[in-house]
């Protein structure tokens, strides 16, 4: 009895810990790895935030911006200087379907903005 529910402890524990992480696939579908560019914001794919969009990735996935309904304004995804680590920034792009990928192999928080916009578009990716 005593070791049945020492057993159904644990596993009820590894249930909630698995449930709990906010870690999504990159599906391409709204999940973690993708996010809005837009006028004069970033929407974060997997939590639906905006300015700052916020995603937290898995080592190794490829993250991509898309430009939507950004008209001819235009946007790009710089990394910060600070904190560090850094990542390699987009060129200014302008018009809808525009995309940027980075892929971000190394965890840690990566900071970004606009260079057109800066404060006003600005976004953090969490690479675990």
Same mark, same amino acid.
């Given at each position: 009895?005593?070791? $049945?529910?020492?057993?159904?402890?644990?596993? @009820?524990?590894? *249930?909630?810990?698995?449930?709990? &992480?906010?870690? =999504? %696939?990159?599906?391409?579908?709204?999940?973690?790895?993708?996010?809005?560019?837009?006028?004069?914001?970033?929407?974060?794919?997997?939590?639906?935030?905006?300015?700052?969009?916020?995603?937290?990735?898995?080592?190794?996935? $490829?993250?991509?911006?898309?430009?939507?309904? @950004?008209?001819? *304004?235009?946007?790009?995804?710089? &990394?910060?200087? =600070? %904190?560090?680590?850094?990542?390699?920034?987009?060129?200014?792009?302008?018009?809808?379907?525009?995309?940027?990928?980075?892929?971000?192999?190394?965890?840690?928080?990566?900071?970004?903005?606009?260079?057109?916009?800066?404060?006003?578009?600005?976004?953090?990716?969490?690479?675990?």
């Amino acid at each position: 009895m005593r070791s $049945t529910l020492h057993l159904l402890l644990m596993l @009820t524990a590894a *249930t909630a810990a698995a449930c709990s &992480s906010d870690t =999504a %696939p990159n599906d391409g579908n709204g999940a973690a790895g993708t996010v809005t560019v837009g006028n004069i914001f970033f929407k974060s794919g997997h939590n639906s935030t905006q300015n700052p969009a916020v995603d937290t990735v898995a080592a190794g996935t $490829t993250v991509t911006w898309t430009w939507t309904s @950004t008209g001819s *304004t235009p946007h790009s995804v710089r &990394s910060e200087a =600070a %904190p560090a680590p850094h990542f390699t920034s987009s060129t200014e792009m302008t018009g809808n379907g525009q995309t940027y990928t980075f892929t971000f192999d190394a965890p840690g928080t990566y900071h970004y903005d606009c260079a057109v916009h800066g404060s006003a578009m600005t976004g953090t990716i969490v690479v675990q």
